[in-house]
């Protein structure tokens, strides 16, 4: 199996570093060199422009949203340098939309893709330790399962069709503002009475809601400290937006989601687009005149 | 210590027998007397009458609510038999204007109070294992300290104005209700790309949200168990109620608790009253028309 | 037909006048004496205390909110003083479940309750220009309609039970409320691209919206007018609290009545509360980086 | 001046009769080609293709939406088609930011463009009385003012740059929507208090709310009558997304907005996406238990 790998940032560099540890051969390119370069002396092989992966049989890409992702892959030729028989694996989060867009002009190349978006950030990635959710045909993700297997600790299947991985990829995303809008709601409130929301959070996150998300999350909020940040404002209210638009195209209407939206906005309006998603939770305190 | 016990429902009855195992001397009474003749074959003295435990130098109330508390402790008369100098702890979740009230009323008697709602449910409680959040004076919640011991595994403390646990306790549901909530909306989102909710949650729970409140409904939204009910849907809409009466003092907008409060009201209007709180998820699945 | 006319605000004060104008006799008291003395001048008996008034057959009242009429209807013995086969017009805005317990009170006495809240400020009171929404018995509200063919320009009947024309009062400042809102949410909308909200609002109240709320309220926010207030926030948001009870005593869900209440609280938290309710749209403005 | 008019829908069809009535040269196309064959009865010269309009000095085009503007203006040779120096009025509800990326397409093209959508059914069109909203250099729509004036009753100018005048039109239809769910919701409230919803909107539009929308709008929901549909539910979907989109790119929140989001989503999961938008109103009474 000869893997090309597009997109190296924080997630994508560590991920190529142990598929070439792990004994494959891999062609790599990115839009800044350094992280390439930086594979190069492990062993990879330049690529000179994102269609110069000819010979591979998987390509893996996880760049930062659906525009990106188009421009490499079709606008700079790497789908149409692929074989016929080929598969691409897409790991980044994009919209539903867009997989099943992608699935299509895959097709037509006589190209099969996989949605395989993943749970966990930079450090989870080194360690290999993500969880991949991925979804396509059976007999594909079998056919990669060792690849998802060099990479992460478990993989999820969701279905045989791609846009079902990007969905719960986004759900999942939904669920984790959802908990950051929560505690910043719940510690505006025990805040106005004089309870320190460090202490309200801590016993919350050693009990009833003692999960990783929560203790991450809980403590960023706790602390005030959202910078420097593990993904940004601006990347939790594009993804509120993915969730909602996956929603719209199927009629389910999504409350919470529409909360979020707009305290993301209320956040953005107030110059904290480059702060930690977690810092949604200063929008309740400043609402409550606290901040 | 001479404790007395008004309220022996489903918590309050195995937390007494608690006390009366560690070695108390408990007087107990109920509405209904079974739980107390029950009590009594362990060793505790039946009060005739809420008013019938002047001896007792803490009370301790779990009642189901407001009304109630009011109607046993002051209507019945068990505030005035306390004798000057006892300690009432109120371990219901009761409003936090109530709580206030209670704590100015005991104090005319000469009277102290506590609020020490808990966490945890009936098999909890059992075991002795709730986790009891207090507030109070300082010097009385060292006093009664022996008794949370043995009551739960943990008791925080939050300050020493009573209000001040009564509202970490609705805070504490409020998070429980927006979990439940926000896991119904994805729900219903992974299910209109076919992805079982159970898949969803199930890979959730073991990852980012491995925490027993997600673990426990996101079971019972998994497989549609929403009855018996270990807490109600009505009564998850009393303790919104409660949250937001609370913020609404302070001036504490609370964007989620506005969806919880609609869709606990949909669900109420569709006879969902009695099922589990849990049930709130069905009202992002009817809405989108899978039900 | 002898009237007690108890609550000389800005609003009772011109209705009792009105009332005194048409040949009526009227008693009167007021908290503050100073209107009642002036109604005297023009006539009007005054009353030692809210007590004083055995000899009417119809008693009218217009007190600030459910505290004020309790304390003064019941509290200081006005419904026990007026005689068995008394009318008693409740003409405030109150709240639903008040207007039930009233009704209550009342017919044990051997009194007839009737609710006739008013739609108009104060100068459509002192022009005898109200809308009049009641509801009550259809025998009584014929005895009556004299009197409200005086202080109103049309009287509107909802039904034989009173809480029917709370509801409907409740009703119609939601839908006040919900203008004022949409108004300040377009507008910030449409000043994020540099055009004039006074542009904006000028143009939709000549056109589609050419109607006297949004004539009103959408002057005030075009001129950021909001003081001295007609009504104030802090009233507002006790408005919007109230028709959200008789809402969820009947589990109706109220999506935008949600969106008020948190707008309110935000304005509150910023120290608004006693301008016009109008200044519900500067939230929306001040949640967009505008202010 | 020589007139192009692309799109003789409801709306396009008379207000191009308008035109050919005050004597203009006017050249039509129309997907479907009814509509063009009737004006060419009237006088007007029929297009074979949307290119076919070399000779046109004016273009106005009053299309379904975004895409099927691209497509006839851009795709089918439209714009390509007029000479430098053209003017394209593009009197469709469109979004923001394809209005500026059609300024600009315009631009590059030496064509000047005017954002002039209108408010007005087609009875309204058909008497030349629209209210035309009005956006771009001001030396141009002095320049087409003569045509504004054949079309509408009033033209409104709300800058130079055509977005403003996209945007105000979709803050005009949000508008429109937040009445319709207000009058929802508050119907649903008294209409569980067994008050009649026609009864109360009768009143509230003699009143308050005497304005059209309202009227017109509050008799439909009065009678339950949304079909046939002057504007669809999935058209009112449409813009309110519209609407959001113009506000997210300003970071705007907007809390109605997510309220009219969600319910219209509602109404499409139950199959109403073809009655007129006014069903929205019928959200409210579903989840109440009303229908």
Redesign the interface.
């Known amino acids: 199996m000869h893997i090309a790998f597009l997109g190296l940032g924080g997630m994508g560099q560590p991920m190529a570093s142990n598929l070439l540890n792990a004994g494959y051969e891999v062609t790599v390119w990115n839009r800044s060199p350094e992280p390439a370069l930086k594979l190069a002396e492990q062993g990879a092989t330049l690529a000179a422009s994102p269609a110069d992966i000819a010979s591979a049989t998987v390509l893996i890409t996880i760049l930062a949203d659906d525009v990106a992702t188009e421009q490499v892959v079709l606008g700079q030729g790497a789908l149409t340098a692929l074989a016929r028989g080929a598969i691409w694996i897409n790991m980044a989060t994009v919209s ?1 939309a867009f997989t099943e867009e992608m699935e299509r002009r895959a097709h037509e190349k006589g190209v099969s893709y996989i949605a395989a978006p993943v ?1 966990g950030r930079v450090d989870v990635a080194a360690a290999g330790n993500l ?1 991949i ?1 991925t979804a396509g045909d059976a007999a594909l993700l079998d056919n990669v399962q060792e690849i998802f297997d060099v990479l992460g600790q478990k993989t ?1 299947r ?2 045989d ?1 791609p ?2 991985a990007a ?2 990829k ?3 995303n ?3 503002a ?2 950051i ?3 910043g ?2 510690s ?3 805040e ?4 320190g929301k460090g ?2 959070l801590g ?2 996150t050693s ?8 203790k991450n999350y809980g403590a960023m909020i706790a602390e005030d400290r959202y910078s420097p940040a593990g993904f940004t404002m601006k990347l939790g209210l594009k993804d509120v ?1 993915l ?1 909602q638009q ?3 195209s ?10 979020l ?3 993301y ?2 956040a ?4 904290d687009e480059k702060l930690d998603w977690a810092a949604l939770a200063t929008v ?1 305190a400043r ?3 606290q901040q």
Not at 207 to 214: D, G, N, R, V
Not at 268 to 271: D, E
């Open positions: 539903v749970l969880n959710l999820w969701f279905g069709r846009a079902q969905t719960v986004l759900a999942a939904f669920m984790i959802s908990a809008e929560a505690m709601e719940a505006a409130l025990v106005a009475y004089d309870v202490d309200f016993m919350l009990t009833l809601f003692a999960a990783p998300a929560y937006r969730a996956a929603a719209e199927k009629n389910v209407p999504m409350g919470i989601a529409g909360v939206r707009d305290n906005l209320d953005l309006a107030h110059g309740s609402r409550s005149g």
